[in-house]
């Protein structure tokens, strides 16, 4: 029997190549007036992927999010979503309507401030029934198990559903954002800051259930911190982000452990 | 061309008090409000003999729409003999010379405040109704600019939220007079203050009603056979209020919506609230078709759920 020579081996491409990103961003810029936000900043996320973007405050990572949660347009730039009946389509050129639609459906955001996310003064279970009553549930008894279901998924407790998030503490008001942003399934899960204000042992305990909850649902998540932990602990992928640039992205492993530009080589050793 | 070519001749007297140019506007305005059923259109709203908050908003509409040859019947929380509604009757008499009635099959302008009759109005008249507050989502969004924005992307999630929050905390739905009503399938009005118990009286009905509110500036309509639906979960029905064993103390109607006059005794007495029907069965002059039959089911079939 001839050995097979290398030129007839079929190598299996690696996993990342063969699927398709879930979530394409190419060439966003964005000004305000003379400050540049953002420069040329390329984003793939793949499917069950969770990619972490690092930076310091102004570096451009809030805007990124913004912007992919469809708040904000660059000045120029294309946004793909590869779910069914978005595909082939640039989401920045969505009308304000659509978006709305896609964004209810699709897309999860936790915010840093649960101010911004949460209607403070009606109830927790409120808050996530909200988001099903827009999508078109006018089932009562449904949406409020719908709403509980959630809930109990953030591991919030379930006693204390019908309390507004104004006596909430803050790791149960991050926990109600996440029951909110998870309870119609999205493609993406955007993740601003999730932790930061935090005590430390809350903090431990909502981004384990922020890893329980990526297991099992498999949704595809992009967590922005300037905690190296956060980081760390959830993300497969991570992007450095500097004065509106990314300067260095890769594994998370490979990129902390031995970070090549110089900006990752002082954020790494800035640990306290 | 000069200026004075395009004016109208100085008058020292307007028929039905308003000018012509003032009338005109609000008719535009209401035809533009009865081609979006539910739009709350603004307009330019005069001053009248009477403060802000006293059914001005009405009245300009009724001074609009009035004739010579119209009947105009006043309504003030269902009674025609009220010092609001008998002032306004008569100022409407004086200023444009037209019939007046209590009776509301006779009338073809009827203009009230938080009740519509209980005899089923039909094609040629109109309901003008008195609004206090005209934007249903005030209680939930204080910004009118956002409000307007939610009702043009028909982003009513929050008045569902609304009524979440009444179904956890009371078990019930509290939200008694202004009850909002989704009008064509598009947009969320608040009807004014009438009771649970006239809210389906809108739907489909064969009259035009107008809904104007003068301190806010804004109006907006229900054309005929519109469909008029209250927001309600599919599995808590929308309920009217509760008239079983209320009797008329003066009349003996039943299944009407009543008044309770409370007596010294701690017990009470109910009387109809629509006065103008309640004299018609005294005086026994026949009777239109009313919209609540004497078991108390709605004409419209299965329109209220049990």
């Given amino acids: 029997m001839m050995a097979t020579s290398v030129n007839d081996l079929i190598l299996e491409p690696p996993r990342l190549v063969k699927h398709t990103p879930l979530l394409t961003v190419t060439n966003i810029n964005k000004q305000y007036g003379q400050v540049i936000a953002l420069e040329e900043v390329n984003v793939e996320l793949y499917p069950r992927e969770v990619l972490g973007v690092v930076g310091e405050s102004g570096s451009g990572k809030s805007t990124l999010l913004r912007m992919l949660n469809l708040e904000e347009n660059p000045d120029s730039g294309a946004y793909h979503l590869e779910i069914p009946s978005y595909q082939d389509q640039n989401l920045f050129e969505l009308s304000r309507f659509e978006r709305r639609q896609l964004r209810v459906k699709q897309i999860g955001i936790v915010y840093q401030n649960p101010h911004l996310g949460l209607r403070m003064r009606n109830s927790s279970s409120g808050n996530v029934a909200e988001r099903l009553v827009v999508a078109g549930e006018r089932n009562f008894s449904r949406l409020r198990a719908a709403a509980k279901r959630s809930l109990e998924v953030s591991e919030f407790p379930v006693t204390r559903m019908d309390d507004p998030p104004k006596n909430l503490s803050g790791g149960m008001q991050q926990r109600v954002q996440l029951a909110k942003a998870i309870a119609l399934k999205p493609a993406l899960l955007l993740l601003d800051e999730p932790t930061t204000g935090l005590d430390v042992s809350v903090q431990a305990l909502v981004l384990d259930t922020l890893r329980r909850l990526q297991r099992d649902l498999g949704i595809a998540m992009l967590v922005v911190s300037h905690d190296l932990g956060v980081i760390r602990t959830l993300s497969d992928r991570v992007m450095v982000m500097r004065h509106g640039r990314v300067v260095e992205q890769g594994l998370t492993d490979q990129v902390l452990e031995d970070p090549q530009h110089p900006y990752t080589q002082q954020l790494v050793h800035a640990k306290l | ?250 009349t003996g109607a039943t299944h009407k919506f009543m008044n309770e006059l409370p007596q010294e005794d701690g017990s009470s007495l109910f009387e109809l609230s629509d006065s103008g029907y309640g004299e018609k069965i005294l005086t026994e002059t026949p009777l239109g078709e009313t919209y609540y039959d004497s078991e108390g089911r709605f004409y419209h079939d299965g329109y209220l759920r049990q």
């Fill in chain 2, 1 to 250: 061309m000069r200026l004075s070519e395009l004016t109208k001749p100085v008058q020292d007297h307007a028929y039905a008090f308003l000018d012509e140019a003032s009338k005109r506007e609000l008719r535009r305005k209401i035809l533009k409000g009865i081609c979006i059923p539910g739009y709350q259109v603004p307009y330019a709203s005069r001053e009248v003999p009477m403060a802000r908050g006293w059914g001005t908003g009405g009245l300009q509409v009724t001074l609009t729409l009035v004739a010579p040859h119209s009947t105009v019947k006043v309504i003030d929380q269902g009674a025609d003999d009220s010092v609001n509604a008998a002032n306004i009757r008569r100022f409407i008499a004086r200023v444009a010379a037209a019939k007046t009635t209590t009776d509301a099959c006779e009338a073809t302008l009827i203009q009230s405040r938080h009740r519509i009759p209980e005899e089923r109005l039909l094609e040629g008249q109109v309901l003008i109704l008195q609004v206090p507050e005209p934007e249903p989502l005030r209680g939930v969004e204080t910004s009118s600019a956002a409000a307007a924005e939610l009702h043009a992307d028909a982003d009513y999630g929050m008045m569902w939220l609304k009524l979440y929050e009444q179904m956890v905390r009371y078990k019930r739905i509290i939200q008694g007079a202004s009850y909002p009503v989704l009008v064509g399938n598009r947009y969320i009005m608040s009807p004014s203050p009438i009771p649970r118990w006239d809210v389906p009286m809108l739907h489909q009905a064969a009259h035009l009603t107008i809904l104007s509110a003068g301190r806010e500036k804004r109006l907006y309509c229900v054309p005929p056979y519109t469909e008029v639906r209250p927001l309600e979960f599919d599995d808590v029905p929308y309920q009217i209020e509760n008239v079983d064993g209320m009797v008329c103390f003066r």
